[in-house]
C-alpha cells in the first residue's frame, strides 16, 4: 500500500468513524424536517475543516522567538560552516563602538548583514561572519574617567587603561544580548567567533602593519598643523570631523604696517607719490580667528589679482585687492584709490604687526605668492600663520620660506601660553596667556587690537566650521608633532583598487573616490591613553627611532607582554641590544581608531577561508559616513602594505542614517528617541513587537536612502507579519495532518499549475532582490503573493475542495500537494528577513532535532513556469471584478445575499470563447457562482443585471441570473437538484 493511500486512509477513518446512533441518523442525504440549527450542523463532522495547533499569534512574542534562536542563530552558525557544500562567502563585520546600547542605526546594519548571510547560507554558501567591536578611544576613556569621577591627569595611564578596558568590555556584553535578540546568525559563544580591537592578538597585526608602512616609507614623524581639539585634548583625522552651519565668529579687519624701506619697489613708487607725510602704508587683513595673529609668519597675495593703494577718510593708506573696493567701503567708509599695481609687484615687500613689532630679533615677516588667495571675500591679502592652517603650511613650504620654527602659542587644551610674551614688550598682552582661544581669549585680543589701533573693522559672521564628531565641540588648526601616513603618493593605487568593487547603490563610488582624492595625508597619532600604543621610541634629540631592528623588538616585547606593558614597563624593556646604553624613551601616542578598524581586514588575511584569487571579503555593509571612515581606512592600510595593492572588498554597500517619521534625527532629548530593544521587547503602553517585525521593517525600507521608522511604520511591518503568518497557518492547517504529497503523483488543475507559475515567478523575484540586496523588492512580492494570489484567490477557489472533497479525490491531493510545495517554498523566501517565523513554521513541518530551515538549499524550479497558462488566467481575472459590480448590483437590489445564489451566462469573442472553454472547470469556483455558462441565455430571465465590456480588445459579454439550483446543506454551494438535500458531489462523499 502506498504511502499517500496509507494517509489518505487513516484521515478517512478518522473523520468517519464507525456508525452509531448519531451517525446513523444522518446517513441520508436529506434534512428536510430539520430546524434550521439542525441543518447547519447536520453534516459538520463530515466535513475536513482546517486543524493546526500553530497559534495564530503568541501571548509572549519575545519568549517564543527565544525558543527558536537556538536552531536558528546560536546552533546554526557552525552547521552551516561545516556542512554547507558550496564555496566560502564572507561578510566582514564593520565594527560598531562599544559604548552604551544599540541604536536603530546599529539595527539596521546588522540586520541587513544578517538578511544577506542568511540568503546565502539557505542557497548552500558556508558563511564566514565573526562581529566585531571598535573598543578604544576617546569616548571609552572619557565615559571611564566620568565613572571613577577624575581627569585623565590624575591617573597613570595603565590606570587609564584599567577603567576603559572594562568599560568597553561591560559594553560589548550588552550588546551582544542585544544582537542576540535581533536574530543575528553568528557564534557568539566562542571566543573566536568575535573579535575585538582590544584583543591581544588583533593589536598585534596592527602594529605589524603600522611597521610594515615605516618600512614602506609610507608613515613619517612631521611637525604639521593638525585638526586638534581641545575638549578631547587630543588630534583628529579629517573623518572625525562634523562641519556644522551657522557657527558664529568674530571677524576682523587688521592693519599690518609697511615702512618705505621695506617696500617692494611698486609699492614705493606709489607710496612716494602719495605719503603726505604718512610713515607707511598698511596691508589690509581679513580673517575670522583672530586668535591665529601670533602665529602670522607672512601675508599671501595672488600674483594675478590687482591691488590698489587707497586712502581712507583718515587719511591713511591701505592696500587691498581691486575687486574688493566697493564692498570694503562699508567696513572702512569712504576710500580714494591713489594707485594700482599686479600682486607680483608686492611680493617681497616686509612688514610687521603686533606680535612681531619692529624690535623684534627676527627677520620680518613677507608678502608671498600664493596660488590659494582669491578676491572673493576678505580684502585679497591672506593672513597665514603655518601653524595654524594646512593651507598655509603648504603655501609656505611652496613658496620656500617655511620658518624653521612654527610659532604655535597654544597649549593642549586650547588655551594661550605664555610663549606669546616672548615675542611682545608690552606686559598687557600677558592677559592673552591662559585664556582659550575659542572663548575669552578671542574676546581678549579684539580689545588689543583695538587698543594698539590696528583694529580696522570687526563684526559676527555665520558659517561652515569644523567641530570634533564625538564631544561636538568646535576645533582649531594647531601645529604639534604628529604621525602621518602618506596617502598622496599611493591614492592613484588605491582609486585603481576600487575600479574591480562594485557598488550598492552605484552613486557611492563616486564618494568614496571623491574622499580619496581629496586626502593627501593621514594623521594617525592621537594624545590618549586608550588606544594600541606607537611602538617607537625617540632619542635624546627627541627624534623617532624607526629603523627595522627597533620596531621588531618593541613589537616583539609587546606581542609576549601586551600592549599594557607598553606603559607600565621600563623603557629598558624596549630598548634593542643594538642600541643598549642610549638615553631613549617611549612615545606616548596612540594610534587613530581608524587605523585600529581599518586593520581588521588582517583578520580575513590571516583565516586563510577563501581562494587568495578572490578578495579577502565580499562584502563590506555600513553606513554612508563610513565613506570617509572604515571604507576608506580599510582601503588605504590594505593598499600600502600588500603586494597585490588590491581593496579589501569585492562589493560596499551602504545605507542611510535612521529618522524619525518626520524626517528629522531622532534623540532621546528630542522625545523621539527609539531604541531596537523598546521595538522587541515593548515598552510602557507599546506592545512587544518582537525581533521579526523590526526585521521586516528593516527589509521594507530602502536604505540607500535615509529611512524613517515610528509607531506607524512598525505598526505597518507588524500587519504585514500578520498576514504573512496569517497566511502560512492557512496552509499549515490544511496540510498538517498528511504526510508528504509529491506534485509528479497528482493531476494539476490550471488553477494549481497557476499558482505553481505565480510562485516560480515569486522565486525568481525574490532571489534577484536577495542577489541585488534590493531586499524591499522581496518582501513586496512575498507580500503580494500572500495576499493577492493566495488568500484572495487560490484559497477562496480551493476551500470547498479541502473541507468537501473525498480524502482521497484527485483534486483534493492535488491541492494538498501545491500547498505544502508553496509552503515550503514561502518558509525558504521568508527565512532570511524574518527567520524565527520560518523556523516556527518548519518545525511544524518537520520536528527533528536536527532540522533547520536554514539547512536545505534552495533551488528554484524551472518545470512551473508556464507563461500561456498564466495568459488565460489573466484574461479570467479581468472579468472576474466584471462579476463581483453584477453581484453587487443584485445584492443593493435585495435579489441575493451572496454570489453562489446566481448562475452566470458569458459570450464572448471566437478568441475569448476559445480561453474561456478550456477553462471551463475553473470558472464556476474562479468567479464565485453556482454555475457557469458560456453563450447566450435562450431562456426569457429577467437578468438580475448585466454587462458588455471589452477586455484584451476583444467584446464579453455578462449576464447574472438567479441560481436554478438550491443550497447543499453540506457545502453550503447552489448546486442541489432537491431542497434540503446534498448535491450529488456531496451526497458521493457522505453515502
Same mark, same amino acid.
Given at each position: 500500500m502506498s504511502r499517500l493511500l496509507r494517509s489518505s486512509l487513516l484521515l478517512r477513518s478518522q473523520l468517519f468513524p464507525s456508525p452509531s446512533i448519531h451517525h446513523i441518523r444522518y446517513a441520508t442525504t436529506s434534512v428536510a424536517g430539520l430546524s434550521p440549527k439542525e441543518k447547519k450542523k447536520a453534516f459538520s463532522h463530515t466535513l475536513k475543516l482546517p486543524k493546526t495547533s500553530f497559534p495564530l499569534r503568541h501571548k509572549d512574542i519575545v519568549a517564543a522567538e527565544k525558543l527558536q534562536r537556538r536552531k536558528t542563530c546560536d546552533q546554526l552558525y557552525q552547521k552551516q560552516l561545516a556542512s554547507n557544500p558550496r564555496e566560502a562567502f564572507v561578510l566582514h563585520d564593520g565594527p560598531p563602538y562599544a559604548n552604551g546600547h544599540l541604536h536603530m542605526g546599529h539595527a539596521l546594519n546588522k540586520v541587513l548583514k544578517d538578511i544577506i548571510n542568511r540568503y546565502k547560507v539557505i542557497r548552500g554558501h558556508r558563511v564566514h561572519y565573526v562581529p566585531g567591536w571598535d573598543t578604544h578611544g576617546l569616548p571609552i576613556e572619557q565615559k571611564a574617567l566620568a565613572a571613577i569621577g577624575k581627569s585623565h591627569t590624575s591617573l597613570t595611564p595603565s590606570q587609564v587603561r584599567a577603567e576603559a578596558r572594562q568599560v568597553a568590555l561591560s559594553a560589548i556584553d550588552v550588546q551582544k544580548e542585544e544582537m542576540r535578540a535581533l536574530g543575528i546568525m553568528a557564534d557568539w559563544d566562542h571566543k573566536d567567533g568575535t573579535y575585538r580591537t582590544l584583543d591581544h592578538d588583533f593589536e598585534i597585526r596592527q602594529l605589524q602593519l603600522f611597521q610594515t608602512m615605516i618600512q614602506k616609507e609610507l608613515i613619517q614623524y612631521r611637525l604639521r598643523p593638525v585638526y586638534y581639539s581641545p575638549s578631547s585634548r587630543t588630534a583628529l583625522a579629517e573623518a572625525e570631523l562634523e562641519y556644522r552651519d551657522g557657527h558664529k565668529s568674530h571677524s576682523v579687519y587688521v592693519s599690518f604696517p609697511v615702512q618705505?624701506?621695506?617696500?617692494?619697489?611698486?609699492?614705493?613708487?606709489?607710496?612716494?607719490?602719495?605719503?603726505?607725510?604718512?610713515?607707511?602704508?598698511?596691508l589690509a587683513i581679513w580673517t575670522t580667528t583672530p586668535w591665529t595673529l601670533p602665529g602670522n609668519s607672512g601675508v599671501a597675495v595672488h600674483e594675478n589679482l590687482t591691488y590698489n593703494v587707497v586712502r581712507n577718510d583718515h587719511g591713511r593708506l591701505l592696500v587691498i585687492a581691486n575687486d574688493r573696493v566697493a564692498d570694503l567701503q562699508r567696513i572702512f567708509g569712504h576710500l580714494t584709490v591713489v594707485g594700482s599695481l599686479p600682486g607680483s609687484s608686492l611680493v617681497g615687500s616686509r612688514y610687521t604687526h603686533i606680535f612681531?613689532?619692529?624690535?623684534?630679533?627676527?627677520?620680518?615677516?613677507?608678502?608671498?605668492?600664493? #596660488?590659494?588667495?582669491?578676491?572673493?571675500?576678505? %580684502?585679497?591679502?591672506?593672513?597665514?600663520?603655518?601653524?595654524h592652517g594646512h593651507e598655509d603650511y603648504v603655501a609656505f613650504k611652496n613658496a620656500g620660506i617655511l620658518p624653521d620654527k612654527l610659532r604655535c602659542p597654544v597649549d593642549d587644551a586650547g588655551c594661550f601660553t605664555d610663549e606669546l610674551m616672548s615675542w611682545v614688550e608690552d606686559e598687557k598682552f600677558r592677559a592673552l596667556v591662559g585664556k582659550a582661544v575659542l572663548g575669552e581669549g578671542t574676546k581678549t585680543m579684539v580689545e588689543l587690537l583695538r587698543g594698539e589701533g590696528v583694529l580696522? #573693522?570687526?563684526?559676527?559672521?555665520?558659517?561652515?566650521?569644523?567641530?570634533?564628531?564625538?564631544?561636538?565641540?568646535p576645533i582649531i588648526m594647531r601645529a604639534t608633532p604628529q604621525w602621518f601616513a602618506d596617502v598622496e603618493h599611493i591614492k592613484d593605487d588605491a582609486l585603481d583598487a576600487l575600479k574591480a568593487v562594485h557598488f550598492h547603490p552605484p552613486q557611492a563610488r563616486k564618494r568614496?573616490?571623491?574622499?580619496?582624492?581629496?586626502?593627501?595625508?593621514?594623521?594617525?597619532?592621537?594624545?590618549?591613553?586608550?588606544?594600541?600604543?606607537?611602538?617607537?621610541?625617540?632619542?635624546?634629540? #627627541?627624534?623617532?627611532?624607526?629603523?627595522?631592528?627597533?620596531?621588531? =623588538?618593541?613589537?616583539?616585547?609587546? $606581542?609576549?607582554?601586551?600592549?599594557?606593558?607598553?606603559?607600565?614597563?621600563?623603557?629598558?624593556?624596549?630598548?634593542?641590544? *643594538?642600541?643598549k646604553g642610549e638615553r631613549l624613551s617611549k612615545g606616548v601616542d596612540t594610534l587613530d581608531v581608524w587605523f585600529d578598524s581599518g586593520s581588521s581586514w588582517t583578520l580575513l588575511r590571516d583565516s586563510k577561508i577563501r581562494d587568495p584569487e578572490?578578495?579577502?571579503?565580499?562584502?563590506?555593509?555600513?553606513?554612508?559616513?563610513?565613506?570617509?571612515?572604515?571604507?576608506?581606512?580599510?582601503?588605504?592600510? $590594505?593598499? %600600502?602594505? %600588500?603586494?597585490?595593492?588590491?581593496?579589501?572588498?569585492?562589493?560596499?554597500?551602504?545605507?542611510?542614517?535612521?529618522?524619525?517619521? $518626520?524626517?528629522?534625527?531622532?534623540?532621546?532629548?528630542?522625545?523621539?528617541?527609539?531604541?531596537?530593544?523598546?521595538?522587541?521587547?515593548?515598552? #510602557?503602553d507599546s506592545p512587544a513587537y518582537g525581533a521579526d517585525t523590526l526585521r521586516l521593517w528593516a527589509a521594507s525600507v530602502d536604505y540607500t536612502c535615509d529611512a524613517s521608522i515610528g509607531p506607524s511604520s512598525i505598526s505597518h511591518a507588524s500587519e504585514t507579519l500578520r498576514r504573512l503568518r496569517? %497566511?502560512?497557518?492557512?496552509?499549515?492547517?490544511?496540510? *498538517?495532518? =498528511?504526510?508528504?504529497?509529491?506534485?509528479?503523483?497528482?493531476?494539476?488543475?490550471?488553477?494549481?499549475?497557476?499558482?505553481?507559475?505565480?510562485?516560480?515567478?515569486?522565486?525568481?523575484?525574490?532571489?534577484?532582490?536577495?542577489?541585488?540586496?534590493?531586499?524591499? $523588492?522581496?518582501?513586496?512580492?512575498?507580500?503580494?503573493?500572500?495576499?493577492s494570489t493566495l488568500s484572495t484567490l487560490y484559497f477562496d477557489i480551493v476551500k470547498d475542495t479541502l473541507y468537501c472533497e473525498k480524502l482521497d479525490s484527485p483534486a483534493r491531493l492535488a491541492t494538498v500537494a501545491v500547498l505544502q510545495t508553496v509552503l515550503k517554498r514561502m518558509i525558504q523566501i521568508m527565512a532570511p528577513i524574518i527567520p524565527h517565523l520560518a523556523e516556527e513554521l518548519y518545525q511544524n513541518i518537520d520536528a527533528l532535532e536536527d532540522s533547520s530551515a536554514f539547512l536545505g538549499t534552495w533551488e528554484p524550479s524551472d518545470a512551473w513556469s508556464d507563461p500561456a497558462l498564466q495568459k488565460d488566467v489573466g484574461y479570467l481575472l479581468a472579468i472576474k471584478p466584471l462579476v463581483s459590480q453584477l453581484v453587487e448590483e443584485a445584492r443593493a437590489a435585495k435579489h441575493v445575499k451572496m454570489s453562489s445564489e446566481t448562475e452566470l451566462w458569458i459570450a464572448a469573442s471566437d478568441i475569448s470563447h476559445t480561453v474561456l472553454s478550456r477553462h471551463a472547470n475553473l470558472l464556476q469556483s474562479l468567479f464565485g457562482v453556482s454555475r457557469v455558462t458560456l453563450g447566450t441565455d435562450p431562456s426569457s430571465r429577467e437578468s438580475l443585471a448585466s454587462v458588455d465590456a471589452e477586455i484584451d480588445d476583444a467584446r464579453v459579454s455578462l449576464k447574472l441570473l438567479p441560481s436554478s439550483q438550491h443550497q447543499c446543506p453540506r457545502c453550503w454551494l447552489y448546486q442541489s437538484e432537491i431542497v434540503d438535500h446534498l448535491c450529488a458531489r456531496c451526497a458521493s462523499v457522505v453515502v
Open positions: 618705505e624701506e621695506d617696500m617692494s619697489e611698486g609699492l614705493r613708487a606709489i607710496y612716494s607719490r602719495h605719503k603726505s607725510g604718512s610713515s607707511g602704508v598698511d612681531h613689532p619692529p624690535s623684534s630679533p627676527s627677520p620680518k615677516p613677507q608678502i608671498f605668492a600664493g #596660488g590659494h588667495v582669491t578676491a572673493g571675500t576678505g %580684502t585679497g591679502l591672506v593672513h597665514s600663520a603655518p601653524a580696522l #573693522g570687526d563684526e559676527i559672521i555665520e558659517h561652515r566650521y569644523p567641530y570634533d564628531w564625538k564631544s561636538k565641540q568614496l573616490e571623491a574622499f580619496v582624492l581629496s586626502r593627501n595625508e593621514w594623521c594617525i597619532s592621537r594624545q590618549r591613553s586608550w588606544g594600541v600604543p606607537i611602538p617607537v621610541l625617540f632619542d635624546s634629540h #627627541g627624534d623617532p627611532v624607526t629603523d627595522a631592528d627597533a620596531l621588531a =623588538h618593541v613589537i616583539q616585547v609587546m $606581542k609576549s607582554k601586551g600592549t599594557d606593558h607598553w606603559w607600565s614597563g621600563p623603557v629598558d624593556d624596549f630598548v634593542p641590544p *643594538s642600541r578572490l578578495p579577502l571579503a565580499d562584502v563590506y555593509l555600513e553606513g554612508s559616513d563610513q565613506h570617509r571612515g572604515w571604507f576608506q581606512s580599510s582601503l588605504l592600510t $590594505k593598499v %600600502t602594505s %600588500t603586494s597585490d595593492r588590491r581593496a579589501p572588498y569585492g562589493t560596499v554597500i551602504t545605507h542611510g542614517f535612521v529618522m524619525d517619521e $518626520k524626517g528629522d534625527k531622532m534623540s532621546k532629548s528630542a522625545g523621539n528617541g527609539l531604541s531596537p530593544m523598546e521595538i522587541i521587547h515593548g515598552l #510602557g496569517n %497566511t502560512a497557518r492557512f496552509l499549515l492547517a490544511n496540510t *498538517s495532518e =498528511h504526510e508528504e504529497v509529491s506534485l509528479e503523483d497528482v493531476e494539476l488543475r490550471a488553477i494549481d499549475r497557476y499558482v505553481l507559475h505565480q510562485l516560480h515567478d515569486l522565486e525568481l523575484v525574490a532571489l534577484a532582490g536577495y542577489d541585488s540586496y534590493t531586499f524591499n $523588492k522581496v518582501v513586496n512580492a512575498l507580500s503580494t503573493f500572500a495576499v
